[in-house]
């Protein structure tokens, strides 16, 4: 099958929507199946407001229309709501194509923290751009339910998943600062409520990786944490690895990859019980979760790697690859998967 993505998120943005994308990329590829891309690099692009890192496709409609006819895919994935996922909902609409969209990110949520917007106002967008889809995919039961109470009527699930085999336990440290260290891994925006982690009274040290607009004033409010910019997939596992606690202080994701990064690399979770580490960590003895963000961290200290790791492996991205390929199957084609999943073809 040849399959379609158009997304607003791409390299050399780092982020939860990015790597999604790509470890499913690579299992689809796995499985057999062509993938075509449509991504910010084909085009003439600015910066986002607020968020350079960020890319705006400039005039995409006229290119998108031509891809999408050229390309004669059997289906269609809009990952993002942004000019891209504009212009291709448009032509699909016109031309009565089926198409699935995904909901990675709380951005109702994003925009009211950057700009004072209400929640019912960019809720209101959101049920307008994946009303036609045949699936607006989200990443948990949690994150689904709550778009079903703005209104939302065709979402379905589409875990998320970790690369086991890159994201192991190294014995090598490179992090050699006071221990205990506490390490945040992600966008740094205000989103991200990083300064909640941040302002803890901790013993040992923090840690904070990764780029975003809060970055210059968050180092200049801490001057004391340690910060380090994007990494490549090899140095991350190395950073998870030497930390001793995962901080994800986090009340807006609507999953967080980082989570099951970090605890595949054998370490342990602090977090806020919300929406993302509830899904990831539930009850399980990987991570701890409450309500005073520093209870938390101090708990996860006394978890062992081996538990992080052993609760990690239950995330397969091939599952979730498999899960995201049946949300593009016409009903006849789902039904000849699960008869070959049955005699072990697929």
Same mark, same amino acid.
């Given at each position: 099958?040849?399959?379609?993505?158009?997304?607003?998120?791409?390299?050399?943005?780092?982020?939860?929507?990015?790597?999604?994308?790509?470890?499913?990329?690579?299992?689809?590829?796995?499985?057999?199946?062509?993938?075509? !891309?449509?991504?910010?690099?084909?085009?003439?692009?600015?910066?986002?407001?607020?968020?350079? /890192?960020? +890319?705006?496709?400039?005039?995409?409609?006229?290119?998108?229309?031509?891809?999408?006819?050229? &390309?004669?895919? @059997?289906?269609?994935?809009?990952?993002?709501?942004?000019?891209?996922?504009?212009?291709?909902?448009?032509?699909?609409?016109?031309?009565?194509?089926?198409?699935?969209?995904?909901?990675?990110? +709380?951005?109702?949520?994003?925009?009211?923290?950057?700009?004072? =917007?209400?929640?019912?106002?960019?809720?209101?967008?959101?049920?307008?751009?994946?009303?036609?889809?045949?699936?607006?995919?989200?990443?948990?039961?949690?994150?689904?339910?709550?778009?079903?109470?703005?209104?939302?009527?065709? =979402?379905? !699930?589409?875990?998320?998943?970790?690369?086991? &085999?890159?994201?192991?336990?190294?014995?090598?440290?490179?992090?050699?600062?006071?221990?205990?260290?506490?390490?945040?891994?992600? +966008?740094?925006?205000? /989103?991200?409520?990083?300064?909640?982690?941040?302002?803890? @009274?901790?013993?040992? $040290?923090?840690? #904070?990786?990764?780029?975003?607009?809060?970055?210059?004033?968050?180092?200049?409010?801490?001057? /004391?944490?340690?910060?380090?910019?994007?990494?490549?997939?090899?140095?991350?596992?190395? #950073?998870?690895? $030497?930390?001793? #606690?995962? =901080?994800?202080?986090?009340?807006? @994701?609507?999953?967080?990859?980082?989570?099951?990064?970090?605890?595949?690399?054998?370490?342990?979770?602090?977090?806020?019980?919300?929406?993302?580490?509830? @899904?990831?960590?539930?009850?399980?003895?990987?991570?701890?979760?409450?309500?005073?963000?520093?209870?938390?961290?101090?708990?996860?200290?006394?978890?062992?790697?081996?538990?992080?790791?052993?609760?990690?492996?239950?995330?397969?991205? +091939?599952?979730?690859? &498999? /899960?995201?390929?049946?949300?593009?199957?016409?009903?006849?084609?789902?039904?000849?998967?699960? =008869?070959?999943?049955?005699?072990?073809?697929?």
């Amino acid at each position: 099958m040849k399959i379609l993505i158009v997304t607003d998120a791409w390299l050399p943005q780092v982020n939860g929507v990015v790597r999604t994308i790509q470890a499913t990329n690579r299992e689809l590829e796995k499985m057999g199946h062509e993938v075509v !891309m449509i991504t910010p690099q084909l085009f003439r692009t600015v910066a986002c407001p607020t968020y350079p /890192e960020i +890319r705006l496709s400039l005039f995409a409609f006229k290119r998108v229309a031509q891809i999408i006819q050229a &390309e004669q895919a @059997d289906a269609m994935h809009i990952a993002t709501e942004g000019p891209l996922g504009l212009a291709a909902r448009a032509y699909a609409i016109k031309h009565e194509i089926p198409f699935t969209t995904a909901y990675h990110t +709380r951005f109702p949520e994003y925009v009211r923290a950057r700009f004072g =917007v209400p929640l019912s106002w960019t809720y209101r967008f959101l049920r307008w751009f994946h009303a036609p889809a045949q699936a607006m995919l989200a990443p948990t039961d949690v994150v689904a339910r709550d778009l079903a109470q703005y209104g939302c009527r065709n =979402v379905k !699930m589409w875990a998320r998943g970790v690369d086991t &085999e890159h994201f192991y336990p190294r014995t090598e440290r490179v992090l050699n600062t006071t221990e205990p260290i506490f390490l945040y891994v992600g +966008r740094v925006a205000v /989103e991200k409520n990083i300064e909640a982690f941040l302002k803890l @009274d901790l013993p040992g $040290s923090k840690w #904070v990786v990764g780029e975003g607009p809060a970055l210059a004033k968050l180092k200049q409010q801490f001057p /004391e944490v340690h910060y380090l910019g994007v990494l490549d997939a090899e140095r991350l596992a190395q #950073v998870y690895s $030497s930390a001793n #606690v995962f =901080v994800f202080p986090s009340l807006t @994701d609507t999953f967080g990859l980082v989570l099951l990064e970090a605890l595949a690399c054998g370490t342990p979770v602090a977090a806020y019980p919300v929406t993302g580490p509830i @899904d990831v960590i539930g009850d399980s003895a990987a991570g701890a979760l409450d309500e005073a963000l520093r209870m938390a961290c101090l708990r996860a200290l006394h978890i062992e790697p081996v538990v992080a790791r052993t609760h990690a492996e239950r995330f397969s991205w +091939r599952v979730c690859t &498999e /899960e995201f390929v049946r949300h593009h199957l016409l009903p006849h084609q789902t039904e000849s998967v699960k =008869v070959h999943a049955k005699v072990g073809v697929v």
